[in-house]
């Protein structure tokens, strides 16, 4: 079955959710993005996989199209990486009216998406997301982003992709840390939404099967929220829930810990901490929410502490772009369903955290 959910920002464009989509991707972006000279951008994890599919789909569709490949991981979301990207755009001779395709996870749609807001002041570009991350969550919404040495996606851009085709099919054999990262995003999003979808990922339904309905899920409640707050002014910082903490364990870890595992232990700091400091609202007849919380990421395999302190983790926190001034702005988990922005200030954070790490 494929799914299609419209996003209203500007530009509006299609998520497009099915299996074997990165097959017929050409004719399928023919309505979003005009025939035109198409850079396809990936990493060398995903281009053996799905490069040569994406082209051909791509060229019996009628576009041009010029491919560029970086080294895959966390460390290449840098501004070498960037620039090597943006060289390939000019040497390709890309012009305001061609298009990039971002193909692969969240490194690379975010650094496609930033090399499109730049080149030029600003191309098309596309996201064909290969990783349950990027479904759930980074290739829809606009934000474009490489890492600074101060932490993580901290120079960056809002662009509103022209299109989103998520082809199921590359999730079916994806690492389980690499589905888990995803995982992560798609609890934090139960935890923000709906009791539904939580008590589904509960019941174990990754384990079962229906990734597909789980994605449609995410995107079309993230698509709400950015409709409403593409820029992030105000509720699109909900969707930080776990990512306080989540960002800071990254930059302490060097960004060995990846992106999902690092907001799963976040997500769960956040728990515990709205427990024991009396925020979080009880639920059920013995259950707390940060206790289902907990368990809900253990059962996908995805870890609930740090070894970090939370003295180290406050300071790490301190360059986020969630700070303003001397305040921070974090998401409090009250119930499924119900989070809260809470702004603190910046010296309240270590005691919240160690509430949180205290098991
Ligand atoms: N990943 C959070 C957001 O797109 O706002």
Redesign the pocket.
């Known amino acids: 079955m494929i799914q299609t959910i419209h996003v209203r920002t500007n530009p509006e464009y299609d998520v497009t959710i099915g299996p074997g989509l990165l097959r017929e991707c050409g004719t399928r972006l023919r309505g979003a993005v005009p025939l035109c000279h198409m850079a396809v951008v990936t990493d060398s994890n995903v281009a053996p996989l799905y490069l040569k599919t994406v082209k051909d789909s791509l060229l019996e569709a009628g576009y041009q199209v010029s491919t560029y490949m970086f080294p895959a991981g966390e460390e290449h979301k840098n501004f070498d990486t960037l620039s090597g990207i943006l060289e390939f755009l000019a040497e390709e001779h890309l012009t305001r009216t061609d298009c990039v395709a971002a193909l692969g996870g969240g490194v690379t749609g975010d650094m496609a998406g930033l090399a499109a807001a730049l080149y030029l002041r600003g191309v098309k570009y596309v996201q064909l997301p290969t990783t349950l991350l990027s479904a759930v969550?980074?290739s829809?919404?606009g934000?474009t982003a490489i890492d600074l040495k101060a932490g993580k996606n901290l120079a960056g851009a809002f662009l509103q992709p022209s299109a989103v085709i998520c082809d199921t099919n590359c999730l079916e054999t994806l690492p389980p840390e690499v589905s888990a990262d995803g995982a992560a995003?798609a609890i934090k999003t139960a935890v923000l939404s709906d009791a539904g979808l939580f008590n589904a990922i509960e019941d174990g339904m990754f384990m079962m099967t229906d990734t597909a309905a789980i994605i449609a899920h995410c995107v079309q409640y993230?698509a709400g929220v950015?409709e409403r707050d593409e820029k992030?002014q105000g509720e699109?910082k909900l969707?930080?829930l776990g990512?306080t903490v989540g960002h800071a364990i990254e930059k302490c870890s060097d960004f060995t810990i990846p992106h999902g595992h690092a907001v799963a232990a976040g997500l769960a700091v956040m728990a515990r901490a709205s427990k024991r400091l009396g925020w979080m609202l009880e639920e059920g007849i013995n259950a707390w929410t940060a206790d289902r919380i907990c368990s809900a990421l253990r059962l996908t395999g995805l870890p609930i502490s740090t070894e970090y302190s939370p003295e180290v983790l406050a300071q790490a926190a301190l360059s986020d772009k969630k700070r303003a001034g001397d305040s921070i702005t974090i998401v409090v988990p009250r119930e499924i369903g119900n989070c809260e922005l809470k702004k603190i200030h910046v010296s309240e954070l270590e005691a919240i955290i160690r509430a949180g790490l205290e098991v």
Request: hydrophobic share 25%.
């Open positions: 969550d980074s829809v919404g934000k995003e993230k950015v992030e699109r969707l930080n990512h």
